[in-house]
């Protein structure tokens, strides 16, 4: 059952998984506000989950204001987009989302885009910008924006 399925049959609101790879994202060139990122895919529906993925160098500043901004953080001393793929697959397949955002400039995530679209699951990508946005990435998903 695709999401518009799902919000005809009147199941409750949209549960969104937002995955954001930090690494990609959060770069001085782009600029981006969490706050922004969140409120993209707040307008899609209710966030069940809301993750900031980051390397094990990430500032105790930049966790602090992920968190206040209402993320959950995840760390790893491994490769940031193997631990969050895993993750938002995962989310897929249990189940414990209607729509799979993931905010990154990275096409190392079209499988997991393609593996939840192939579930049912609704997929939109979140570019930082112009310049951070793959097109491979955007075309995998259901929807998609660029931020400015």
């Not at 204001?65 to 397949?93: H, P, Q, R, Y």
């Not at 799979?100 to 990508?125: M, N, Q, W």
């Amino acid at each position: 059952m695709g999401l518009l399925d799902r919000l005809g049959a009147g199941d409750g609101p949209v549960r969104v998984g937002l995955f954001v790879d930090g690494p990609n994202v959060l770069r001085s060139e782009f600029d981006v506000d969490l706050a922004d990122v969140r409120a993209v895919a707040d307008e899609r529906g209710r966030l069940a989950i809301t993750r900031l993925y980051l390397d094990e160098n990430a500032t105790s500043g930049l966790i602090q204001a992920a968190e206040a901004n209402g993320f959950e953080v995840v760390t790893t001393s491994g490769d940031v987009d193997v631990k969050l793929a895993v993750d938002a697959t995962a989310a897929a397949a249990e189940d414990e989302i209607d729509l799979l955002a993931i905010a990154s400039r990275d096409t190392d995530f079209k499988p997991v885009v393609e593996a939840a679209a192939r579930r049912g699951i609704e997929t939109f990508a979140i570019a930082p910008g112009e310049y951070g946005r793959s097109d491979a990435l955007r075309t995998a998903a259901h929807d998609a924006v660029t931020l400015d």
